[in-house]
């Protein structure tokens, strides 16, 4: 049976600086060029119109849930991957630990770094356990995720919280982006006691010790209910597995019914295990036919302004993860189809998402002659002129359906 692969690259679009070029077209990414020049390249609106181009809307879609029907908000699908049983009464919300500025008022702090500098798991479950005991009573309840990504579940909540994500506010003040409408008062408080909490910890000592920014605040964001995904395998046809070290990707996954498969060492950011996440993908292969591989090193690099280390990021996808995966698959006469794209494009100029049509790549392994495109990247694609309006259109394509 042929084989389907999505190599989805997060944040990989990025808009043409001064110099007229972009991540994109100045990595050295010979196979993604290779499978551009021989497949299918055009652009796709992964973000439907009027929706916030998010992680979660984004890869919803180009996993084939059509945002409108299937989303309802991001941190219940986190919250699937880490184990947290929701009602469909309940709420749930991201909790980020946060670097903020040290201004006496709370209000007046700035959002330095919305990942407390990709702060290690094992540093935050301590942080999160710690914080547990001071805001774990009642209908509120903390759980710990990975690396700078947490969970706050509201028992029998109401939604209507006006929640700004922080990697949206990165380097500015947060007077403007505190909590409004529901629970307001609430969760403002409970950020503020975290601050007070955390500013001190053992753990933040010896980070500005270091030189590393401390996780001195929870941040909330992402507020929804509990999600229903159709199963993937009824849905489409093919048994899927899904392999990311982000939450978010792993719970959409885990809510499909896919196998969610975890890599030793896989991080979320540059210095993840590529080589791991394509041996994990290869195997994977023996065993499913859909496998989406999610790379969330581009995303981090743009949300941190860092232009060299995301031109770096795509070339180690290109190198590590694209490379083998389609040798392996030549060299053993599999057939396949592989689809390359990114959910959404986060510029460096601008440090965060934008819901712009993003580029696509489709190769199929069987089809002789391709679009004839010599490099993959955001100018090159529209001169197909190939547009597709919906992001599930991508996974009809790359199944033949």
Not at 84 to 109: F, G, H, P, Q, W
Not at 196 to 205: G, K, T
Not at 280 to 295: C, G, P, Q
């Amino acid at each position: 049976m042929k084989k389907h692969i999505v190599i989805l690259c997060d944040g990989m679009a990025d808009y043409n600086n001064a110099e007229n070029r972009t991540p994109m077209k100045d990595a050295k990414k010979p196979m993604m060029d290779y499978l551009a020049f021989n497949g299918e390249v055009g652009l796709c609106r992964t973000v439907p119109t009027g929706m916030k181009p998010g992680s979660d809307v984004a890869n919803l879609s180009v996993m084939g849930y059509e945002p409108e029907k299937y989303y309802t908000g991001r941190s219940p699908l986190e919250a699937l991957s880490i184990g947290v049983k929701m009602e469909k009464t309940d709420i749930s919300y991201r909790a980020n630990l946060v670097t903020l500025s040290e201004e006496e008022d709370y209000e007046n702090k700035t959002m330095m770094d919305y990942s407390s500098g990709e702060i290690t798991t094992q540093e935050a479950s301590q942080l999160i356990s710690y914080l547990k005991q001071f805001f774990n009573e009642g209908d509120l309840m903390l759980y710990s995720g990975i690396s700078y990504r947490h969970c706050l579940l509201r028992k029998n909540g109401n939604t209507g919280a006006i929640l700004t994500p922080p990697h949206d506010i990165s380097d500015k003040k947060i007077t403007e982006y505190l909590p409004k409408g529901e629970y307001k008062d609430e969760m403002l408080a409970i950020m503020k006691r975290s601050y007070e909490l955390l500013s001190n910890h053992p753990i933040n000592r010896k980070r500005k010790a270091q030189g590393l920014n401390p996780a001195n605040s929870l941040w909330f964001w992402g507020e929804g209910r509990k999600p229903a995904l159709d199963s993937f395998e009824a849905k489409y046809g093919v048994k899927g597995a899904v392999i990311s070290a982000v939450d978010l990707i792993k719970g959409i996954g885990i809510g499909a019914n896919m196998t969610s498969i975890d890599v030793e060492g896989a991080t979320g950011t540059i210095k993840t295990n590529f080589e791991g996440k394509a041996n994990a993908a290869i195997s994977a292969l023996k065993n499913h036919d859909y496998v989406y591989v999610h790379l969330e090193a581009p995303d981090e690099c743009g949300h941190q302004g860092n232009y060299k280390e995301k031109v770096e990021s795509l070339e180690l996808i290109d190198e590590k993860i694209i490379t083998p995966i389609v040798k392996h698959l030549k060299e053993n006469n599999i057939k396949f189809n592989i689809l390359i794209c990114p959910d959404h494009a986060t510029p460096i100029s601008l440090k965060t998402h934008v819901s712009d049509p993003v580029p696509y790549l489709i190769y199929d392994s069987e089809k002789k002659r391709g679009c004839g495109v010599k490099t993959f990247d955001e100018d090159s694609v529209k001169t197909t002129r190939c547009f597709l309006e919906n992001g599930s259109d991508l996974i009809k394509k790359l199944l033949n359906i």
